[in-house]
């Protein structure tokens, strides 16, 4: 049996998530980073406690967002300066 706590179900639900977004748009009110964090605490709040040793936030956090870097990559034509702004807003 599967973990729900999976690199790939992480990756699955992220792609989900990423697919809902209507706007990439980084706006002052953070909306999108807002989205991305409650998106960050919902997938933490998931894995069973016993396995959160193993699975904390960094790991959630580094599969979701190699998930959405992926994504913007593949299905939007950014340029390199909205992935710099996009990382120094999230990590605020």
Do not use: H
Request: aromatic letters at 10%.
């Amino acid at each position: 049996m599967v973990s729900i706590s999976s690199s790939n179900l992480i990756r699955q639900c992220t792609l989900e998530f990423c697919k809902r977004i209507k706007s990439w748009k980084i706006d002052k009110n953070n909306l999108l980073l807002n989205k991305m964090n409650l998106f960050l605490k919902n997938e933490y709040n998931i894995i069973p406690e016993n396995e959160r040793i193993g699975k904390g936030s960094s790991y959630i956090s580094t599969y979701v967002s190699k998930e959405i870097m992926n994504y913007l990559k593949k299905i939007i034509n950014i340029d390199k300066e909205y992935y710099i702004e996009l990382s120094e807003k999230a990590f605020k």
